[in-house]
C-alpha cells in the first residue's frame, strides 16, 4: 500500500511539475518577448545615461530609524556595456541643502567629492582622487549583478533565465494588476520586474548581500519611460531604495533624473588595468599592539578593536566591518587570553555599518552586545536574527538557535553609561552628546590605563590648524570635559593611538572658538 502510494505521488509529480513550470516559463518568455517590443532591449548594446538628482550614504543614518544620510548629485552618468558586462558610475556630490547630519562623508561636504566606480566582468574597481584605479574584485559580483536590474538588463537576463516566471499581483490600494516576472542570474540572484499594461517595466525588487541586512532589499522604480531613437525607449527617473525592512519606511538611497540618455555609445566596454587584473585578493590583516597590561589594540586594518582581559572573562570593544573581520578579532583575542576565558561581552561604539558589521559573529560567539537603547529594536529585530542569508551566509545564519530563549543571544542596552567592571579592571561606555554623526554614539574609557576608544571624532593628527579641526574631534573634546574623563591616550577605532597632551594642543582651540559667547571664557 505504501509503494503504490508512493508511486501514484511520483508520478503526478512528474505529470504536474513540468507541465505548470513551463506554462509559467511559456508566459513570461511572451510577456519579455513583448516587454523587448515596447522599449527595444534587444537593440541596446549599451546604454548612458547622464544626470543630477540625490544619493545617500548607505548605513550611515542619525539613528537607526532615520532615513540615509543624503547629498545632491551635481552630476551623475552610468555607462553599460551589456555583451562585456562592463559598468561605469561617475558622480560628483555636493553638500546642497541636505541636513549635515550622520556618517559616509565628513559633513558638511565641502567643494565636490568625487566618486567613479567600476565594474567588467569578474573585475571591479573605483579610481581614488589622482584617477588611480583601485581593486574592489570582491564588489564585482554585486556591481555585475547590478546591470542585470537596470531596464533593459532586466529584459535581457530575464529572457536569458529558462526559467523565468510571470506572475499577475494584484496591488492593494493601487487598483490595478501587474504582471511580475521573476528570474536568476548569476546562478543565485534573484529578481522581480513588475510590468504594466503597456508591458513597461515600472519596478526591480531584488536582494544583494550585506554584512548587517542579511539578503538586503533593493527597490528601483523607473518611470519617466522617453523615446531615444531607433525604435528604443529609456526611463529618464530612476528612484532607488535600499535596505527597507519591517521597522522602518523606505530608506531613500538614489533619485535620479536623467537629462539624456544614449543608447550604443561608443568606447562603452571597459579595459581592465593590470593592477585590477593582477590584484591579490584581500586578506583579513590582523596586528595586535599591546596598550597596557590586560589591553590590546587589534589593528592591521581599516577599523581597530580594542581586546580588554579581566579576572574570569574579556571582552572586546568594536565588532567591524563583517564576519571575516570580526571572527579574526574574536580568534586572536583568544590567542591573547588564558584557554577557557570566554569572551563576554562586545562593546558598540555605534550603529554604522562599518562599525557593526560583525556584530552578528559577536553574538553567534555568544558575547553579550552592549549598546545604546536607540539600537535595541533595530538589532533585535532585524540585525541579529538568525534567519538563512542565502546570498552571503555568515556564522549566525549558518548555526540557527532558538529566538524562544534560552538562547545565546544577549544584549544590554543603556541610554547614558554602561560600566563592565571586576573591581580591578574597568571599561565604561558613555553616551556622546552633542554629535551629528550618530544620535547612539559611545565613547568606552578604561580608567585604570587611562586609554578612551573613540569612533569617527578623529582625534585629528598633532598640528592640525584650528579650522581643519572637525565638529566631531570638538564633540568628543566636550564630552570629556563634561564627563571629567582623566585621559592619557586616545585610542580610535580608524588609525593610530595618540597622546591626550596633543589632543588638548590640538582640539583645545577649536572648541574654545566653538563655545558660543553666551556660555562665557
Ligand atoms: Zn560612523
Known sequence: MRNVLLTLVAVSALLLGPAVGLAAAQNAKALLQAADNAVGAGKVNSIQYTGTGRISYLGQNFTTVDDWPRVDLKSWSQTIDYGNKSAKEEMIRVQGNNPPRGGGAGFPITGEQRSTTLVSGNYAWNLNAQGQPQAQNDDAEVRQFMIWVTPHGFIKAAMADPNATVTDREFVGAGRTLRVVGFTTMGKYKATGEFDAQNMLERVVTWIPNPVMGDMQVEIRYSDWRDIGNGIKAPFHIHMHQGDHPLVRGMNYMDVQAGDVKANV????????????????????????????????????????????????????????????????????KRLIPPGKQIRYVVNTHHHWDHSGGLRAAYAEGATIVTNEMN???????????????????????????????????LEAFRDRYAISDGDQSIISY?????????????????????????DMGPPAAGTPVENVSPNSVALYNNIKRLKLDVTQHVPIHGNPSSNADFERTVGPAAARARPAAEGG
Open 431 to 455: 553616551h556622546v552628546e552633542g554629535l551629528n554623526h550618530a544620535a547612539d554614539m559611545a565613547i568606552v574609557y578604561l580608567p585604570k590605563s587611562k586609554i578612551l576608544v573613540s569612533a
Open 376 to 410: 535595541k529594536d533595530f538589532y533585535e529585530r532585524v540585525q541579529l536574527v538568525p534567519q538563512p542569508r542565502t546570498l552571503s551566509p555568515d556564522r549566525l545564519s549558518q548555526f540557527p538557535f532558538a529566538t524562544t530563549g534560552p538562547g545565546p543571544g544577549k
Open 266 to 333: 561608443q568606447s562603452a566596454s571597459l579595459t581592465v588595468p593590470d593592477a585590477v587584473r593582477t590584484a591579490a585578493a584581500p586578506l583579513v590583516n590582523i596586528q595586535t599592539t599591546k596598550l597596557a597590561d590586560g589591553v590590546w589594540l587589534i589593528g592591521g586594518g581599516s577599523h581597530n578593536s580594542v581586546a580588554v582581559e579581566f579576572k574570569d572573562f574579556a571582552a572586546i570593544i568594536e565588532a567591524p566591518l563583517d564576519d571575516a573581520r570580526t571572527n579574526a578579532v574574536i580568534a586572536e583575542t
